[in-house]
């Protein structure tokens, strides 16, 4: 079974600061997805990767992959209250025949103005 | 497109009663969905389909859970008899076979048994 931890859990930050979450699996991913999930709604896909040590930038998100395709990072620069959510890496492990994702357990971010 | 519609939005229910909660994915998705989310356990697949097919129901807690699709624009997910434990939010999603498994989830089913 494969794991997939997040880390921190939850973050309550001001406006304007930046922050890092942090995806990590003991197993090497064929793709990872990030999304974003506001309360009362279904996750949101933000960003996908496929390639080790690929960036994908989305406004003040940047995306990156390990080089080992093990980990994954978000990281968003100068934060709003809008970027509240919670946050959910999801990876896809194509050497075990599944087409299913398997989710962390998410960050939760407040952003407070 | 309208996205994944699910319904009901909320369901109240008591222990022991039979509850059943529909999707209808995205059209010409080829895979659909299960999952159930909650504080403790986080987002949990329970079961998807390719092609209307069940491929993997590995997740589904136990026999009290069973998951249909009867055409491509239709799935539902039944628990007969519902327990208390089975509160959660339940979500499908779809997604289209040719893509790095990105999914498109609907808004979800609350579910409160009491």
């Known amino acids: 079974t494969q794991l997939l931890e997040q880390s921190p859990q939850f973050l309550s930050i001001q406006e304007g600061e930046n922050l890092t979450v942090y995806c990590n699996s003991s197993?090497?991913?064929?793709?990872l997805q990030w999304y974003r999930q506001e309360p009362g709604e279904g996750p949101v896909l933000l960003v996908t990767v496929v390639t080790g040590g690929e960036v994908k930038k989305l406004k003040r998100l940047t995306f990156q992959f390990g080089d080992a395709r093990k980990d994954s990072s978000l990281h968003i620069t100068a934060a709003q209250p809008g970027d509240t959510g919670l946050y959910l890496c999801?990876?896809?492990?194509?050497?075990?025949?599944?087409?299913?994702?398997?989710f962390g357990s998410g960050t939760r971010l407040q952003v407070q103005p | 497109d309208a996205g994944v519609i699910q319904s009901p939005r909320h369901e109240v229910t008591e222990m022991g009663q039979e509850v059943t909660l529909r999707c209808k994915p995205i059209?010409?998705?080829?895979?659909l969905f299960w999952y159930r989310q909650t504080m403790m356990r986080g987002l949990e697949l329970l079961i998807y389909f390719n092609n209307n097919v069940p491929i993997d129901d590995s997740g589904m807690p136990e026999d009290r859970f069973s998951a249909k699709m009867p055409n491509a624009s239709f799935s539902t997910l039944k628990i007969q008899p519902s327990e208390p434990r089975d509160s959660a939010v339940y979500f499908c999603a779809s997604s289209l076979g040719t893509t790095r498994a990105e999914q498109f989830f609907g808004p979800g089913t609350r579910l409160t048994v009491l």
């Open positions: 999801a990876g896809e492990y194509r050497d075990t025949g599944r087409r299913a994702l398997t």
């Open positions: 059209s010409g998705h080829d895979y």
């Open positions: 197993s090497v991913f064929s793709s």
